[in-house]
């Protein structure tokens, strides 16, 4: 184990033992995949150790939610992938709290379990449910739930930077080799659940040009390539090919995409470690890591975070088909997403770039809206999106590992605007988030920008 592992396990047995003086507590989580899984490892850990619970999720943790938190009056709080950029808050409001989280911390408390405490950086080397599995892990057996634990940190993309999982998540996933598979494949979505054709025909993320939304290229492109597109075989799925035949694809797509001009970065991630999840069904979302990610964005980024938690605790029936039906949304409106900005454009200023996507995009999928997006345009300036929100307008930012080399720290950028212009906001060096006044859209803007040019100034 290494050292960050073991002083981790240290803090987090100081919050089990806290944890466990309490009969009920009251658990607030993240709406998206890390914070579901996250949510559903607590929950997990403490039915087990025969302890009542209150599931609450959240967009974000804002003063009013911490004080509306105060006003029920908890005995004990455990926040989970979210908490640590508002502790001011959270002890200001009197609210008796453990927080399990991966963003960046503003301020320290003894009940605070958070990579960057232990000179981690949150956004690569544990997330939400790595830092909520050390903890249960001092609750009680629960290593079993490594595999939620990897869910989420695959659905922060934290596999990006190495283009496969390291440090403390790569400690999880290799302490559990019964339960986690990891394993060098296509990295297309929907390996276990979709047609061949279908998987290259919806690919979005990314887009493959040529194939990307026609089927007839899609079924010509196997078929040229010697997969028989007879009856049967056009229903083959990914994982029914066998090694040679995934090979072949493979290579044959990497050459092609080089052919069609896609870029070097995107030809790259093409290939790229996956994960199984050796407990679940082959043939299912919840067999890959990815697949499952998404399945649970597709509940909690559209408030139905509680429907991706009953699949996470075992529900394979009720909550699964209302999370099947969700993600077909979902993908959809990623699709439309996608266009959205194609159609419409970004606007370059010196040291970023930025699209507004009023209430074209729902604000909550509008950070993996400019993620996705980011990838096939100029990845040479960080990505910065608006969308309509009901108490001010939401801000998604994503930079590149290159820029961040750089100097540039989205997280540090933004808090720093915020309070010159008003609005909270926070996340990582590399991906941050905000929610900022009406009416200062473009203020925000002209200060990000200028806040960026000196991270980057400081450190040429
Ligand atoms: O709330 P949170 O920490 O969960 O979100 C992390 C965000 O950072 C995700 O949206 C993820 O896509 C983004 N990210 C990224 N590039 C990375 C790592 C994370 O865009 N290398
Ligand atoms: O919402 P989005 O996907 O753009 O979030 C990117 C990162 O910024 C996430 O880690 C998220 O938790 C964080 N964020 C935040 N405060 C906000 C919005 C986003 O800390 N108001
Ligand atoms: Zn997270």
Not at 110 to 139: V, Y
Request: include cysteine; charge should be negative.
């Amino acid at each position: 184990m290494s050292e960050t592992m073991i002083q981790m396990a240290q803090r987090a047995k100081k919050c089990a033992e806290e944890i466990k003086k309490h009969r009920e507590i009251q658990l607030v989580s993240h709406i998206d995949a890390d914070g579901i899984t996250s949510g559903a490892i607590i929950a997990k850990a403490l039915e087990r150790a025969g302890i009542e619970y209150e599931m609450l999720f959240v967009k974000q943790l804002d003063e009013n939610i911490v004080s509306e938190l105060a006003d029920k009056n908890p005995e004990l709080t455990i926040f989970t992938d979210l908490g640590s950029g508002q502790i001011e808050h959270i002890s200001n409001y009197g609210l008796h709290a453990i927080i399990s989280d991966h963003h960046r911390p503003q301020g320290d408390t003894d009940l605070h379990l958070n990579p960057h405490l232990f000179g981690a950086n949150g956004s690569f080397e544990i997330s939400g449910s790595g830092t909520t599995f050390i903890l249960a892990g001092q609750l009680g057996n629960n290593s079993d739930l490594a595999d939620l634990a990897i869910v989420g940190c695959v659905g922060d993309m934290q596999y990006r930077k190495y283009g496969k999982l390291v440090s403390l998540n790569r400690e999880i996933l290799e302490a559990n080799p019964t339960i986690i598979e990891a394993k060098k494949d296509i990295s297309l979505y929907g390996k276990q659940t979709r047609p061949v054709f279908k998987m290259l025909q919806f690919s979005s993320d990314p887009y493959l040009p040529g194939l990307s939304g026609s089927e007839d290229a899609c079924i010509d492109f196997l078929h040229r390539i010697g997969l028989r597109s007879g009856n049967d075989e056009k229903w083959r799925r990914w994982i029914d090919l066998d090694e040679g035949e995934k090979v072949r694809v493979t290579s044959s797509l990497l050459q092609y995409s080089v052919q069609n001009g896609l870029s070097s970065y995107n030809v790259n991630r093409l290939v790229g470690e996956c994960y199984l999840l050796l407990q679940e069904e082959e043939g299912t979302e919840m067999r890959d890591a990815s697949e499952y990610s998404t399945l649970l964005n597709a509940t909690g980024r559209y408030m139905q975070a509680e429907v991706g938690m009953a699949v996470c605790m075992g529900d394979r029936e009720e909550a699964y088909d209302s999370a099947s039906r969700l993600l077909n949304e979902h993908r959809k409106n990623l699709v439309d997403g996608l266009n959205f900005v194609k159609d419409n454009g970004v606007t370059q200023l010196s040291h970023l770039q930025f699209f507004d996507a009023g209430s074209s995009i729902p604000e909550t999928i509008v950070g993996i809206v400019a993620g996705m997006s980011h990838a096939s345009n100029n990845r040479h300036l960080p990505i910065v999106a608006f969308a309509n929100k009901e108490d001010g307008h939401k801000v998604s930012a994503r930079g590149t590992q290159e820029l961040v080399n750089r100097g540039l720290n989205l997280s540090e950028a933004i808090g720093q605007v915020c309070q010159e212009i008003g609005g909270a906001g926070g996340g990582h060096d590399i991906a941050a988030g905000a929610t900022v006044p009406f009416g200062k859209k473009q203020e925000f803007i002209e200060k990000l920008n200028s806040v960026i040019a000196s991270q980057i100034a400081a450190r040429a």
